[in-house]
Nanobody, 124 residues
Framework: QVQLVESGGGLVQAGGSLRLSCAAS????????VGWFRQAPGKEREFVAF????????DYADSVKGRFTISRDNAKNTVYLQMNSLKPEDTAVYYC?????????????????WGQGTQVTVST
């Protein structure tokens, strides 16, 4: 089993940046691919980014391409989401999740373990 804890959320002005972290404990973290998802009030949870077990491949939702970067440090059991040029529409609770399939999947149902989420609020 894997336990995931997100951190790094907060309040930022539009155009600003935040870096989210997803720290894992439990079984070998390098055996898991990781996805970031987000959920805004009244909306469904949506895929944001994906990173493979060794750091490749990566994939992004069209809405964040060119602005967000996902990376991981398996020695630290941590995945990061660098978010630049933030927009008010990026406001949501951000979750990280893990799966052992390894290939890029955007369906939340295919992820096995989830963190509790971290709030990101982007003001105008």
């Amino acid at each position: 089993q894997v336990q995931l804890v997100e951190s790094g959320g907060g309040l930022v002005q539009a155009g600003g940046s935040l870096r989210l972290s997803c720290a894992a404990s439990g079984r070998s973290f390098s055996s898991y691919a990781v996805g970031w998802f987000r959920q805004a009030p009244g909306k469904e949870r949506e895929f944001v980014a994906f990173i493979g077990k060794s750091g490749l491949p990566t994939d992004y939702a069209d809405s964040v391409k060119g602005r967000f970067t996902i990376s991981r440090d398996n020695a630290k059991n941590t995945v990061y989401l660098q978010m630049n040029s933030l927009k008010p529409e990026d406001t949501a609770v951000y979750y990280c999740a893990s799966q052992q399939l390894g290939w890029v999947v955007s369906a939340a149902s295919l992820y096995d373990y989830w963190g509790q989420g971290t709030q990101v609020t982007v003001s105008t």
